[in-house]
Each structure stands twice: as C-alpha cells, then as structure tokens.
C-alpha cells in the first residue's frame, strides 16, 4: 500500500505538467494568444503545486502512522499508591514530530529554491538584454553592463547556499 503511494505521489505531478505543456503547444498551434496560454500554465502550475504538497503531508502521515503501528508497546510501572504512568511516551511523540519537520524543511527548501530561480530568471531577463545594448552602442561600458547581470544571477546562487543550509538542518 505505501510503495502505491510513492508511485502516484512521484507520477501524478509529471504526468500533470506533461499534460499541460501538450495542451499548451496544441492551443499555440491553433492560434490562441500567449496571455491565455500563460494563464493556463500558471494555473495548471498553482494546481500542481497544491497537488504535491497534498500528498508530501499525506506521505508523511502514512509514514507516521505506519512506524507507530510498529512500534513497540508503551512498558508502565506501577507502585502501591500511584497510578500507571508510560514510561515512554515522549520518544514516540518526538519520532513523530520528527518525520514532520523532514518534511517542512524539505518542502521549505524548494520553495526557497524556485523562488530564488523564478526571481534570478526575472532580473536577467531584464537585465542581460539592456546590457548587449548599452555593449553594442558603448562597447567600454561591457564590464559594467556584466556586473548588472551578475547581480541578477546571483540572486538564484543565494536561494541555492540558503535550501543547502536548510537540508544540513533536516
């Protein structure tokens, strides 16, 4: 049962996104403006996103729930006037937070990486066309159009170093 988990919780998503790049390509053959393709995509992309978020949580849970059916049971110590109390309660709590926070921190780690990607992708975009211009008409101005685009790629290294730190954490 959770082998068939894994399997549709690594297949659905890129079967989706499979899906909707055909039926982007298909709708750009037959002459529908970009801005509602765009529209598409990034809708498709919101759902997907949502999707594997779903089903990190639901394999996390599966994954809890099983290592606790398996875990062994709760020994009690019981003295003349006291009542029983467990003896390891607190482990098996930990062990279950645990496998939450791998989770959260990997789920954490690729949104600070898409992020920081989606956002150095903006700045060169903007940036790498404005500086083979300024290059074309001064070509002196080269090393100071390069450091523009730099900056602007060095937004996605930082995102990088950051998911790195956070998966040393997890």
Known sequence: MNTFVYIIAAVLPVSFLIGLTVHSVRQSRKGVPGKKILATNLVGFLV???LVGAFTFAVTAIAADADSKDAPPVETEV???????PAQAEPAAAANTDGIN???GLLAAALVT???GIGGGIA???????AIAATTEDPKSFG????FVALGESIALYGLVI???ILGKV
């Open 48 to 50: 997907s996103a949502v």
């Open 124 to 130: 060169v975009a903007a940036g790498a066309p404005a």
């Open 102 to 104: 791998k989770g959260l």
């Open 79 to 85: 003295s003349d006037e006291r009542q029983a109390e």
């Open 163 to 165: 998911s790195i730190m």
């Open 144 to 147: 100071k159009s390069l450091i």
């Open 114 to 116: 898409s992020l920081a």
